[in-house]
């Protein structure tokens, strides 16, 4: 199946879900899934399972994903 023959994306025809959707992690696949759910929801929260130093909006460490056991919330 070409791409070229799929239904255009269209935000309009999502219906209302809920009223909040979690989304787990921030990579690049949590990041797409959160601005969709954004259609259908009233808000999300992404959740991270790492903090963000203060100050720093990215961080490269750089291949992998460090492991923590201390939790994010992003809302």
């Given at each position: 199946?070409?791409?070229s023959?799929?239904?255009r994306y269209d935000e309009r025809r999502v219906p209302a879900v809920g009223e909040?959707?979690?989304v787990?992690?921030?990579s690049a696949a949590?990041?797409?899934a959160g601005r969709v759910l954004a259609d259908?929801?009233?808000e999300g929260t992404i959740v991270d399972r790492d903090p963000?130093?203060?100050g720093v909006l990215l961080e490269d460490d750089g291949p992998g994903i460090p492991?923590?056991?201390r939790e994010t919330v992003f809302e």
């Open positions: 199946m070409a791409l023959t799929l239904p909040r959707a979690p787990a992690g921030p949590g990041l797409l259908g929801f009233r963000l130093p203060d492991l923590s056991e």
